[in-house]
């Protein structure tokens, strides 16, 4: 099974800063990788899909990119409503796996 | 508007099976566009794919609980269920239902969840 690893677990920004997420998975995935948001108590919500497209109603703000075994999500200016824990999920093979998660805290 | 609502009950024996059903809303659970999946959150921690199910009968499980798990479909109800047997402490957690685009491959939509404790 394909694990993937987020980096960092944990992170403290403040608004207005750019905010990197990274996601590695153990093998090649081509761009099969989403990023998905989460808030205490809400289910995730998803923000990227395939790599790089941004889901419709998704501020601008969010980009993805990568290929293969690195990827990566930018925030390009953390906003009060972007405090949460971020995910990526590989959806190259079954089964599906996530990476453990970035906590995105207010500095 | 595409709503998914899980329900079912939130308190399991252990030993018993657990058992949830998805009823969706504003979309077909016909469709052949969609995948209609499980995923679960154990208490502070990540997220676990459990399966899906797709209208026409497929099914794709978790190797981690295959052997536990069911996930059915019923089309006259526009809805779907998982049934995980013998639950222990550790299948104690929020279980989400998820549409997932089979073009896509993302889960674009997702119930609020609920939260199954496992206690006698």
């Known amino acids: 099974a394909i694990q993937m690893t987020q980096s960092p677990s944990s992170l403290s920004a403040s608004v207005g800063d750019r905010v990197t997420v990274t996601c590695r998975a153990t093998q090649g995935i081509r761009n099969a990788l989403g990023w998905y948001q989460q808030k205490p108590g809400k289910a995730p919500k998803l923000l990227i899909y395939a790599a790089s497209s941004l889901q419709s109603g998704v501020p601008s703000r969010f980009s993805g990119s990568g290929s293969g075994t690195d990827f990566t999500l930018t925030i390009s200016s953390l906003q009060p409503e972007d405090f949460a824990t971020y995910y990526c999920l590989q959806h190259y093979n079954y089964p599906r796996s996530f990476g453990q998660g970035t906590k995105v805290e207010i500095k | 508007q595409v709503q998914l609502q899980e329900s079912g009950p939130g308190l399991v024996k252990p030993s018993q099976t657990l058992s949830l059903i998805c009823t969706v809303s504003g979309a077909s659970v016909s469709s052949g566009t969609y995948y209609w999946s499980w995923v679960r959150q154990h208490p502070e921690k990540g997220l676990e794919w459990i399966g899906y199910?797709?209208?026409?009968?497929?099914?794709h499980y978790n190797p981690s609980l295959k052997s536990r798990v069911t996930i059915s479909i019923d089309t006259s109800k526009n809805q779907f269920s998982l049934k995980l047997s013998s639950v222990t402490a550790a299948d104690m957690a929020v279980y989400y239902c998820?549409?997932?685009?089979?073009?896509?491959?993302?889960?674009?939509?997702w119930g609020q969840g609920t939260m199954v404790t496992v206690s006698s």
């Open positions: 998820a549409r997932d685009h089979r073009v896509t491959d993302a889960l674009d939509v």
């Open positions: 199910i797709h209208y026409s009968g497929n099914t």
